[in-house]
Nanobody, 111 residues
Framework: VQLQASGGGLVQAGGSLRLSCAAS????????MAWYRQAPGKQRELVAS???????NYVDSVKGRFTISRDNAKAMVYLQINNLTPEDTAVYYC??????WGQGTQVTVSS
């Protein structure tokens, strides 16, 4: 099952975006889910994760600015991104171990 991320765009530094990810497994509520990003010329990196109990983890560089959440009834995962910086420019992907990588959503931050 493929994931579909959306919500990216071009924003100025200091702005905010809310990324969304639609999943479709009937057992979504049991799934570990995560957001990754890949900047030009760099490896894909894990930025945030959420387990079935709602426990979250973040890479240090986004702590305090990114918030991952989930809506099990809608089988959706979200990433709220605040206080964006140009270093956040990347393609953002959502992922879960039971899913195929889908097309990400581009986030571009201008200074």
């Amino acid at each position: 099952v493929q994931l579909q991320a959306s919500g990216g765009g071009l924003v100025q530094a200091g702005g905010s975006l809310r990324l969304s990810c639609a999943a479709s497994r009937r057992t979504f509520s049991m799934d570990y889910m995560a957001w990754y990003r890949q900047a030009p010329g760099k490896q894909r990196e894990l930025v945030a994760s959420i387990n079935k109990d709602g426990r979250t983890n973040y890479v240090d560089s986004v702590k305090g600015r990114f918030t991952i959440s989930r809506d099990n009834a809608k089988a959706m995962v979200y990433l709220q991104i605040n206080n964006l910086t140009p270093e956040d420019t990347a393609v953002y992907y959502c992922w879960g171990p039971s899913y195929l990588w889908g097309q990400g959503t581009q986030v571009t931050v201008s200074s």
